[in-house]
């Protein structure tokens, strides 16, 4: 009672933070006897009083929050509305019952503000209340019950849905036609084609479009066929409807063979709607083109009348043109198509990609002549498209782009490279890093090279840890670690003798890649050495490592006087999982600078290591908040 009291207070205080907390409280404990002063709280000049006592009132739910709520669906005050169908729409089936009874107000918006709200609860039960409704006086209220009905997806819903075609208002039926859409019931079909010949506007739209999505495959190429006259005729429909229903007739299942008569009646309805419509029915209308597959690319000159007309497109859509363009060309080498590259035209790189696509080895010769006069980010599709292409003559001309002036074209064209030529293209991937000079073009065609399975690919990084140039060296011990080949190590142990610490890093780093069990000696010298960049490389090369001798390096680390060796040595330790180091960490929590305090109380959470939370407290408070954060999450889980 005196809780009560207090929570009472609190809810009438001046402070809104309080109201807040009041609510909160009331909604953690669902104190059902607070329902009226919440549902009085919804009215809160402060809006942060106004979510706390939604979520309250919601924690609590069940129907007597739903019969206290249902009034606010009667207020003028549209904010207030708004937050009852909320608050009922959260309830869900507890609100089933007070819904129900809002059914047969006096209040028609009353009534359809509950059918809005049963349809986007999903109650199947409602189906036997809604029934009548669909003769309601107010039209609102029956083209809601008719979504309604779709929404709920039940058979039972179609012959109620079927007489609502027959409404006097237009708004109703076409409610009724979307939920005869929505349930996808064949015993609609019939009537809505029957709308969609006589009626016009909105209703034939909302027909075909309704049609599109119950069909079947067999149903579609009988609405394609009945609408066939009236297209010819010109008459107008929805393209996306249209387009609907060929994707059925002409998918994977299908076996029907349209005449070409269809085709160039449908192709002329499409090229009409391209011309006729914004961007969407634009693209919808290339869709149905390129279905349609007439022969001789007809229809391909609209693509490009489409994509010259955009300042820009993104990937999806232009992932889309690639494919209008490869079924509208018959996967052919059109004319049309070398005439618009030959142009330099906007269409130039989806063609390009097109092409690629197609993997016409007749386009090679085209895509090399555009080499001369193209901007980068267009030589670098053409790469790509001869690397799907993948052909002998594409595998040539792949060689000289290796000597590119562009950087990201020469990587692209050595990683098609090794899948395309494999050990044929060994030696001149070897003279494209000894030639290079930008290190990350040379890591890329050196991990291309590791790809290729052949012998010659070992001994080339062998021989570059004899070069004098220490990035070639490097890259040897890279590629190295990158095949996995044991015979490697004796090899990589003399590259992490190196005067150059870059070939150190990496001789250590493939070293731990390879994951051989008796390398490990080898490897944690590297916590010795005396550049602090391969400490580190070492450190990140242990990760997932066990062992003895792995533990007693990390333990010796940590006397390391750079402060981030110290730090993911921490860490690691406590990835091993052993419980004989916690003492050693908290000295690390206790002692060392704010980083490693992190890293150690990220270790001790990891480790389990419950009798450290007394100690954790002492750096709750502690002026770093990276060291607050790691200590405040392993006192949760710890304590857990």
Same mark, same amino acid.
């Given at each position: 009672?005196?809780?009560?009291?207090?929570?009472?207070?609190?809810?009438?205080?001046?402070?809104?933070?309080?109201?807040? &907390?009041?609510?909160?409280?009331?909604?953690?404990?669902?104190?059902?006897?607070?329902?009226?002063?919440?549902?009085? +709280?919804?009215?809160?000049?402060?809006?942060?009083?106004?979510?706390?006592?939604?979520?309250?009132?919601?924690?609590?739910?069940?129907?007597? @929050?739903?019969?206290?709520?249902?009034?606010?669906?009667?207020?003028?005050?549209?904010?207030?509305?708004?937050?009852?169908?909320?608050?009922?729409?959260?309830?869900?089936?507890?609100?089933?019952?007070?819904?129900?009874?809002?059914?047969?107000?006096?209040?028609?918006?009353?009534?359809? $503000?509950?059918?809005?709200?049963?349809?986007?609860?999903?109650?199947?039960?409602?189906?036997?209340?809604?029934?009548?409704?669909?003769?309601?006086?107010?039209?609102?209220?029956?083209?809601?019950? +008719?979504?309604?009905?779709?929404?709920?997806?039940?058979?039972?819903?179609?012959?109620?849905?079927?007489?609502?075609?027959? &409404?006097?208002?237009?708004?109703?039926? !076409?409610?009724?036609?979307?939920?005869?859409?929505?349930?996808?019931?064949?015993?609609?079909?019939?009537?809505?084609?029957?709308?969609?010949?006589?009626?016009?506007?909105?209703?034939?739209?909302?027909?075909? &479009?309704?049609?599109?999505?119950?069909?079947?495959?067999?149903?579609?190429?009988?609405?394609?066929?009945?609408?066939?006259?009236?297209?010819?005729?010109?008459?107008?429909?929805?393209?996306?409807?249209?387009?609907?229903?060929?994707?059925?007739?002409?998918?994977?299942?299908?076996?029907?063979?349209?005449?070409?008569? !269809?085709?160039?009646?449908?192709?002329? !309805? $499409?090229?009409?709607?391209?011309?006729?419509?914004?961007?969407?029915?634009?693209?919808?209308?290339?869709?149905?083109?390129?279905?349609?597959?007439?022969?001789?690319?007809?229809?391909?000159?609209?693509?490009?009348?489409?994509?010259? *007309?955009?300042?820009?497109?993104?990937?999806?859509?232009?992932?889309?043109?690639?494919?209008?363009?490869?079924?509208?060309?018959?996967?052919?080498?059109?004319?049309?198509?070398?005439?618009?590259?030959?142009?330099?035209?906007?269409?130039?790189?989806?063609?390009?990609?097109?092409?690629?696509?197609?993997?016409? *080895?007749?386009?090679?010769?085209?895509?090399?002549?555009?080499?001369?006069?193209?901007?980068?980010?267009?030589?670098?599709?053409?790469?790509?498209?001869?690397?799907?292409?993948?052909?002998?003559?594409?595998?040539?001309?792949?060689?000289?782009?290796?000597?590119?002036?562009?950087?990201?074209?020469?990587?692209?064209?050595?990683?098609?490279?090794?899948?395309?030529?494999?050990?044929?293209?060994?030696?001149?991937?070897?003279?494209?890093?000894?030639?290079?000079?930008?290190?990350? @073009?040379?890591?890329?065609?050196?991990?291309?090279?590791?790809?290729?399975?052949? &012998?010659?690919?070992?001994?080339?990084?062998?021989?570059?840890?004899?070069?004098?140039?220490?990035?070639?060296?490097?890259?040897?011990?890279?590629?190295?670690?990158?095949?996995?080949?044991?015979?490697?190590?004796?090899?990589?142990?003399?590259?992490?003798?190196?005067?150059?610490?870059?070939?150190?890093?990496? *001789?250590?780093?493939?070293? *731990?890649?390879?994951?051989?069990?008796?390398?490990?000696?080898?490897?944690?010298?590297?916590?010795?050495?005396?550049?602090?960049? @391969?400490?580190?490389?070492?450190?990140?090369?242990?990760?997932?490592?066990?062992?003895?001798?792995?533990?007693?390096?990390?333990?010796?680390?940590?006397?390391?006087?750079?402060?981030?060796?110290?730090?993911?040595?921490?860490?690691?330790?406590?990835?091993?999982?052993?419980?004989?180091?916690?003492?050693?960490?908290?000295?690390?929590?206790?002692?060392?600078?704010?980083?490693?305090?992190?890293?150690?109380?990220?270790?001790?959470?990891?480790?389990?290591?419950?009798?450290?939370?007394?100690?954790?407290?002492?750096?709750?408070?502690?002026?770093?908040?990276?060291?607050?954060?790691?200590?405040?999450?392993?006192?949760?889980?710890?304590?857990?």
């Amino acid at each position: 009672m005196e809780n009560n009291d207090s929570m009472r207070e609190m809810l009438v205080s001046q402070d809104p933070y309080l109201r807040r &907390d009041a609510c909160e409280a009331i909604g953690d404990g669902r104190m059902e006897e607070f329902i009226p002063a919440l549902v009085t +709280a919804l009215r809160d000049d402060d809006p942060g009083v106004r979510e706390a006592s939604i979520h309250a009132l919601t924690s609590i739910g069940g129907e007597k @929050v739903a019969s206290a709520i249902a009034h606010l669906l009667g207020e003028e005050s549209a904010v207030l509305r708004n937050i009852g169908i909320e608050i009922l729409e959260l309830l869900g089936p507890d609100a089933f019952m007070t819904l129900a009874g809002l059914l047969d107000h006096e209040d028609d918006d009353i009534v359809k $503000f509950a059918v809005d709200i049963i349809s986007n609860t999903r109650e199947e039960r409602s189906l036997s209340i809604l029934f009548p409704l669909i003769s309601h006086r107010n039209p609102n209220v029956r083209a809601s019950v +008719a979504v309604c009905l779709g929404r709920l997806k039940s058979p039972e819903a179609v012959p109620v849905l079927l007489k609502a075609l027959e &409404d006097t208002e237009e708004w109703v039926r !076409f409610s009724a036609i979307e939920g005869l859409g929505l349930v996808r019931d064949g015993r609609a079909l019939e009537p809505l084609i029957g709308l969609i010949k006589t009626d016009s506007g909105l209703i034939k739209e909302a027909a075909i &479009d309704a049609v599109a999505k119950l069909s079947s495959i067999e149903d579609a190429v009988a609405v394609l066929a009945t609408l066939k006259p009236m297209v010819r005729k010109g008459r107008s429909f929805s393209t996306n409807g249209i387009v609907e229903l060929m994707e059925k007739v002409f998918s994977p299942g299908s076996d029907f063979r349209p005449s070409l008569e !269809f085709k160039k009646t449908y192709f002329s !309805f $499409f090229s009409k709607a391209f011309e006729d419509e914004d961007r969407h029915g634009k693209l919808k209308a290339l869709r149905g083109l390129a279905l349609l597959r007439l022969p001789a690319g007809e229809g391909i000159d609209r693509v490009f009348c489409f994509i010259e *007309a955009q300042n820009e497109l993104d990937e999806e859509t232009e992932a889309f043109l690639v494919d209008t363009i490869v079924a509208l060309s018959g996967r052919r080498l059109l004319p049309e198509l070398k005439e618009n590259l030959k142009q330099g035209s906007k269409c130039l790189r989806i063609i390009v990609k097109a092409l690629g696509e197609m993997k016409l *080895a007749a386009a090679v010769p085209v895509l090399q002549h555009l080499v001369a006069r193209v901007a980068k980010n267009e030589m670098r599709e053409i790469v790509v498209a001869l690397e799907s292409i993948g052909s002998t003559s594409s595998i040539e001309v792949l060689y000289q782009f290796l000597e590119s002036s562009d950087g990201h074209t020469r990587k692209i064209a050595a990683r098609a490279l090794s899948s395309l030529a494999g050990p044929s293209a060994v030696s001149s991937l070897f003279d494209a890093v000894r030639r290079e000079s930008y290190r990350d @073009v040379m890591e890329e065609i050196t991990d291309s090279l590791a790809l290729i399975p052949a &012998d010659s690919v070992r001994k080339g990084f062998i021989a570059l840890l004899e070069a004098d140039n220490e990035q070639l060296r490097e890259m040897g011990a890279r590629g190295l670690g990158a095949i996995g080949d044991e015979e490697a190590l004796d090899v990589l142990k003399k590259a992490a003798k190196d005067t150059s610490h870059n070939v150190r890093k990496a *001789a250590y780093k493939s070293m *731990a890649r390879l994951g051989i069990p008796y390398a490990i000696d080898e490897i944690v010298k590297g916590l010795n050495d005396d550049n602090d960049d @391969v400490k580190l490389s070492v450190l990140k090369g242990l990760g997932g490592w066990s062992g003895e001798k792995i533990k007693s390096a990390l333990v010796h680390a940590l006397m390391d006087r750079n402060i981030w060796v110290r730090y993911h040595s921490v860490l690691l330790l406590g990835e091993l999982g052993e419980h004989d180091v916690e003492g050693l960490i908290i000295e690390k929590l206790v002692k060392d600078e704010a980083p490693v305090k992190a890293a150690a109380a990220r270790a001790l959470e990891r480790l389990g290591a419950t009798e450290s939370v007394d100690i954790l407290m002492q750096f709750v408070d502690h002026p770093d908040p990276s060291v607050r954060g790691a200590v405040e999450s392993a006192i949760e889980s710890l304590r857990c």
